[in-house]
């Protein structure tokens, strides 16, 4: 009997397939909400997508350049608060898990997004 292979699950924990969830958003489909973004734009730091994070980052505050050398190695994700705060503003709260220099961490952050066009971006957040 052949066995059938499930597809990869997306890594923003979604539960969904990659390629249903954020494999959507990282080939060009726009974000639904701020949400759906912030949640792509960790898959893509998961899977080294320098080129998506800038793209999806807010001209007046995307840095330059990413470098992910030596950059930790992404465990997984909470969402714990999505919030829209205006017509075009949301805020999305969130934990993600990693592992750098053979240590466990969590990463906090209050993350603060805007719609422009039509399209979401992320702006800055504050950390814990």
Do not use: N, Q
Not at 12 to 38: F, I, N, R
Not at 94 to 114: D, Q
Request: aromatic share 10%.
């Amino acid at each position: 009997m052949k066995r059938s292979v499930a597809p990869p699950p997306c890594p923003c924990g979604s539960g969904k397939a990659y390629a249903a969830c954020c494999g959507l958003l990282h080939a060009g489909a726009p974000a639904v909400d701020a949400e759906a973004l912030m949640r792509s734009r960790y898959s893509a730091y998961v899977l080294g997508l320098a080129d998506y994070l800038r793209a999806t980052w807010h001209p007046g505050t995307r840095p330059a350049e990413l470098d992910f050398a030596g950059g930790p190695k992404w465990l997984g994700l909470t969402v714990l608060r999505h919030e829209v705060t205006g017509d075009d503003r949301a805020i999305v709260e969130f934990v993600a898990r990693y592992k750098a220099g053979g240590r466990a961490g969590r990463l906090g952050e209050v993350s603060r997004f805007v719609r422009d066009d039509g399209r979401w971006y992320y702006v800055d957040g504050d950390v814990d």
